[in-house]
């Protein structure tokens, strides 16, 4: 079985997340930037952060096995800090990076004017740059969150088929079904969506277009509920091939909408089981291993 996991925040987990995702069968992700869970104070935070993504992190999942790819974008809730705002002036300078492979996450937490203002400023910039983009639905009034952020996509001029709307659940998913975008889902311990009512909505809609994820962050998560989720669709007897398309080549078919998808070594093309990433050695990143201590 091979994994691609499209929403996942490594820099908030540790490296033996990556030693157990590898050996469950993940091959790629991509990384989308978010929130931390506390304000930044600067944009400068936001370049040494940035940098991490298209730089540490690649490294760090390279010495499993893994490809990293990421998303890069001021988030919804930062969106309301002034003192955020001049990261909007940075984002050019990371979008035309090789490993990034799609604005986001944007869209809204609270809804407010900021948040209209720099959502639109980023589908701009996902249309200038020929990206796709990672929308967030909000985590309060979901669905009048969800129905915004599609008349905001609407009137972007973004390709809906370059648009993730992410977060969905049983009462969104017919609002973004019928609209051509893609249709994401994050699978959580206790909130947002579990294996079971994942299985229930690709038996209702079917498994086109809809990419499943783990979105393990800082919080309580699960960076392996991707595979707990092919698990459950095959024990509901979806097949072998339903379960790579939604874990598989449906991420890859939306993210390689960058051009800049690169998955070499991940995974072979005939969907047979790679190897499993091997022991980290003596390779460095700026000086630095994910080796600690003697020998």
Not at 93 to 99: A, N, P, S, V
Request: hydrophobic fraction near 40%.
């Amino acid at each position: 079985m091979r994994i691609f996991d499209p929403h996942i925040h490594m820099t908030s987990r540790t490296t033996d997340d990556y030693e157990r995702m590898a050996a469950a069968g993940v091959r790629a992700l991509v990384e989308p930037a978010f929130w931390l869970g506390q304000p930044r104070t600067s944009a400068a935070s936001f370049l040494d952060y940035f940098d991490s993504l298209v730089g540490w992190e690649p490294f760090r999942a390279s010495q499993f096995g893994i490809r990293h790819h990421a998303t890069v974008a001021l988030n919804p809730k930062e969106a309301n800090d002034p003192r955020c705002r001049e990261v909007l002036e940075l984002l050019p300078r990371y979008l035309d990076k090789d490993g990034v492979v799609a604005v986001g996450e944007v869209g809204y937490d609270s809804m407010t004017p900021e948040e209209d203002e720099v959502f639109a400023a980023q589908l701009a910039l996902a249309v200038e740059h020929e990206l796709p983009a990672l929308v967030h639905t909000p985590h309060r009034d979901k669905a009048r969150g969800t129905e915004r952020s599609l008349a905001v996509i609407a009137e972007s001029g973004l390709d809906p088929g370059r648009v993730v709307i992410d977060h969905l659940n049983e009462v969104t998913v017919p609002l973004v079904r019928e609209t051509g975008c893609w249709l994401g889902f994050s699978i959580y311990p206790e909130t947002k969506m579990s294996p079971p009512r994942m299985v229930e909505l690709l038996r209702t809609y079917g498994t086109e277009r809809m990419l499943v994820n783990s979105a393990a962050d800082w919080g309580r998560s699960d960076p392996l509920l991707t595979r707990a989720t092919a698990e459950a669709m095959l024990a509901a007897g979806f097949d072998d091939d339903d379960v790579d398309r939604v874990l598989w080549r449906n991420p890859v078919e939306f993210y390689g909408r960058s051009g800049r998808l690169d998955l070499t070594g991940a995974a072979p093309a005939d969907g047979g089981t790679a190897e499993a990433g091997t022991a980290p050695g003596s390779a460095t990143f700026e000086g630095n291993s994910i080796l600690r201590g003697g020998a």
